[in-house]
Nanobody, 130 residues
């Protein structure tokens, strides 16, 4: 069974940085595209960033472009999200997600929609104070 566990969240001040980690198990990590989403209270879950299974393609939400960076370490079955220049509006629960890639053709594609992902972690809280 595929499991995703996020860590690294916390309470920081505006302008600070955090690094989130998502460690996975129960599957061949390199066969999965990965993504990060976030959800604030009373709002829908929104896309933050995605990375293809081969790590070549990345997609970012406009709101985080230039501030957040996704990376993956297939040897450690882990995907990272570096959050820099944090703003109060970045306050959310951040979720890691995985999509199984079933054909070689799709290994270079990063996905951006909630509906495109098969597995989800429990989330980690990021709170940014002003």
């Amino acid at each position: 069974q595929v499991q995703l566990v996020e860590s690294g969240g916390g309470l920081v001040q505006a302008g600070d940085s955090l690094r989130l980690s998502c460690t996975t198990s129960g599957h061949t990590f390199s066969s999965y595209a990965m993504g990060w989403f976030r959800q604030a209270p009373g709002k829908e879950r929104e896309f933050v960033v995605g990375i293809s299974s081969n790590g070549v393609d990345t997609r970012y939400a406009d709101s985080v472009q230039g501030r957040f960076t996704i990376s993956r370490d297939n040897a450690k079955n882990t995907v990272y999200l570096q959050l820099n220049s944090l703003k109060p509006e970045d306050t959310s629960v951040y979720y890691c997600a995985a999509r199984r890639i079933r054909a070689e053709f799709f290994t270079g594609i990063a996905y951006t929609s909630v509906k495109q992902y098969d597995y989800w972690g429990q989330g980690t809280q990021v709170t940014v104070s002003s």
